[in-house]
């Protein structure tokens, strides 16, 4: 299957920058959509940030202007500069992609994986 590995999380102060990356790796054929979302104890998973195949790029309102996500197609990776960061963007921040892998010589289905996530800390 597909694994994502993601890096580059911590602790940071107020103002500081922290950037993210994610590595795609297994049998992939081809990657959609690559994203980053992030999640705080009791709440839902949201969205941070999307990319999709051509460069299509979405935020969260709560972050333009602050993050900028980029992928490398020929990598397989995305990542996620994060300035100007909050106490609130505190969370487990989870890599995510979509695609197409080959699972046989002649058989293909489609994917859609998660990272382990990666602990970002802001302190204030």
């Known amino acids: 299957q597909v694994q994502l590995v993601e890096s580059g999380g911590g602790l940071v102060q107020a103002g500081g920058s922290l950037k993210l990356s994610c590595a795609a790796s297994?049998?992939?054929?081809?990657?959609?959509?690559m994203g980053w979302y992030r999640q705080v104890p009791g709440n839902e998973r949201e969205l941070v940030a999307g990319v999709t195949a051509t460069g299509g790029t979405n935020y969260a309102d709560s972050v333009k202007g602050r993050f900028t996500i980029s992928r490398d197609n020929a990598k397989n990776t995305v990542h996620l500069q994060m300035n100007s960061l909050q106490p609130e963007d505190t969370a487990v921040y989870y890599c995510?992609?979509?695609?197409?892998?080959?699972?046989?010589?002649?058989?293909?289905?489609?994917?859609?994986?998660w990272g382990q996530g990666t602990q970002v800390t802001v302190s204030s």
């Open positions: 297994g049998s992939i054929v081809s990657i959609n959509d």
């Open positions: 995510n992609a979509g695609g197409v892998v080959r699972k046989s010589f002649s058989y293909y289905e489609h994917f859609n994986s």
